[in-house]
C-alpha cells in the first residue's frame, strides 16, 4: 500500500482541521482500544473542516459508553488518546469487573485521579 498522503484543503479557518485527520484520529482510537469498543469520532464546523469533535465510546462487552466533546485546538489529540487509554484500563481492571457482581462488598463507584491539574471536585458534606 502507498504512503498516505493527506491532501488538505486550503480554504480552512485558522480554528478548523481537516476532516481526514478526524478520520485518522478515529482510527487511531480504534485501534488503541481493541475490537472489544466501538469507537465514533465525528466534527462539526463552519467551513470546510471541522472546529469541534464529538466522540462515543462503547465497550461492547458491558454497554458502558463514555462521550466527550470539545473544540479542535492544541493537544486535544493527545487528550483523546490519553482518555481512552484510562477508560480501557478502568474497563479492563479487576475492580471494574468486581463492580457488576453480586458480592456486598463489590465499589458502587470508580473514583480516580483528575486527569487534569486543573479540574477540581468539590463534594458538599448531606445536610
Known amino acids: 500500500m502507498p504512503p498516505f498522503t493527506p491532501c488538505f484543503p486550503t480554504s480552512l479557518r485558522p480554528d478548523e482541521v481537516p476532516v481526514a485527520l478526524l478520520d485518522l484520529v478515529q482510527q487511531r482510537l480504534a485501534g488503541l482500544l481493541g475490537p472489544r469498543f466501538s469507537v465514533v469520532l465525528g466534527g462539526s464546523g463552519n467551513g470546510a473542516g471541522v472546529s469541534h469533535y464529538h466522540l462515543a465510546i462503547q465497550h461492547n462487552q458491558s454497554g458502558v459508553s463514555l462521550e466527550d466533546t470539545g473544540a479542535v485546538g492544541t493537544g486535544f489529540i493527545e487528550r483523546l488518546l490519553r482518555m481512552a ?22 465499589p458502587l463507584v470508580w473514583i480516580s485521579e ?10 458538599h458534606a448531606p445536610t
Open 85 to 106: 487509554t484510562q477508560l480501557k484500563a478502568m474497563l479492563d481492571s479487576a475492580t471494574f469487573s468486581n463492580m457488576g457482581s453480586d458480592d456486598p462488598r463489590r
Open 114 to 123: 483528575l486527569a487534569c491539574p486543573k479540574e477540581m471536585i468539590t463534594m
